[in-house]
């Protein structure tokens, strides 16, 4: 299973939000390129890259799109990408992947759309039983629902966050992952709430493709190749 750090921006710094609540904000750095790299040379071959501001008003910085791409970091971005021409220019600006939430709950054609499908996820982050968009603020639809309309888009790879596990270390939601598995056969990146090894190795466990970390490694529980070890 594959480690993938997470790099969340919001206004130029490296952060990491309890929740998804915009509120409740820890700061790590002021240099998101800096940070890729560092987790680089720690031995990730993907960083997950995500713009929060971008996620909540549709509109994507993508000066982070272009500094990630010309300092080489081999990343996926997500954020405010809603439509195929911003995944598409997202990709050209050097993503290995792009990441579409909003879309993948309301428009999932869209994903469709971008033309190369094995190079789009979608974004399945689930509050109280219901897919969410728009940085997580909206009302959402059932998780079945969303399954429906990205399987008949083509969608082959999801990212699930349990939106009440993110960022409080306390365990992944792994009956939601076991859910999502279930009704699904795309491949399966799972987030959120990873807080120790032992989480890590129960999203293995599950068959996830790959798990993205991010405040447990930013507050030291452990070291990326420590969980690169974990789950040879």
Known sequence: MQIIPAVDILEGRVVRLLHGDYRKVTRYSDSPVEVAGRWMEQGADLVHVVDLSGAKTGDPDRRIWRGMGEAGVPFQV???????????????????????????????????????????????????????????????RSVSQALRGLREAGVVRLLVTGIERD?????????????????????????????DLSDLKAVAALGCEAVIVGRALYEGRFTLSEAISAVA
């Not at 009956?175 to 399966?188: E, N, R, T, Y």
């Open 78 to 140: 997500g954020g405010g990408i809603r439509t195929p021409d911003a995944a598409r220019a997202a990709l050209a600006a050097g993503a290995r992947r792009v990441v579409m939430g909003t879309a993948a709950v309301w428009n999932p054609a869209a994903l469709g759309e971008v033309g190369e499908v094995e190079r789009v996820v979608a974004a399945l982050d689930v509050r109280a039983g219901r897919a969410r968009g728009a940085g997580w603020l909206d009302e959402g």
């Open 167 to 195: 960022g409080a270390m306390k365990g992944p939601d792994l009956d939601l992952l076991a859910q999502v598995g279930k009704l699904s056969d795309m491949a399966v990146i799972a987030s959120g709430g990873v807080g």
